[in-house]
């Protein structure tokens, strides 16, 4: 959610070059910030700084800081190597998954699928809203996955930041929908 903005500010950048891997026409050329291990840490450790000082609560603080670190560790499986391992070195990683089509479909629709599996199994609907806002959420992640996949790479590299700005509606959506669903106690589900 960081890059899209960095990318507008200039500080990070992008170039756009169709058949750059099989799936993404992306080179990413500079994303210091938003995209080093050592920055990602710092990041993951920030936003579970904040949560533990608000909720108080260690168990839910280091989860949502190994969430933030599972980007950088997912992206780590699918990207070539390009992400850095700290900012202004040298090293960069990437297993390169996205240079299969298939590989990548075969890896990328499970977790995704998993992903919602674990959500629906750990929450129930309270109402109509957390029934199908959850439905209409996940149709709309599958239909910009196949955008993805399969449209027009974007025109140019401001249409990826606006468009990646466009992301926080979905931020928005997960937490309307959430508002309206109850976690299952682990022992129930
Ligand atoms: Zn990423």
Redesign the pocket.
Known sequence: ML?PTLLLLGLESVRIAPGATAVTPFVFEH?PV??SLLAVLLWALAFGAVHLVWRRNLRMAALLAGLVLS??L??ALV?IPD?PLAPGGDARVGLGLWQSHIATLLVEVPLFVAGVWLYTRGTRPLDRAGRYGLVGLVALLAVIYAGNLYGPPPDSVAAIAWVGHAQWLLVLWAWWVDRHRASIPASAA
């Open positions: 890059w994303y938003s995209h980007h950088w997912l992206d990207h992400l």
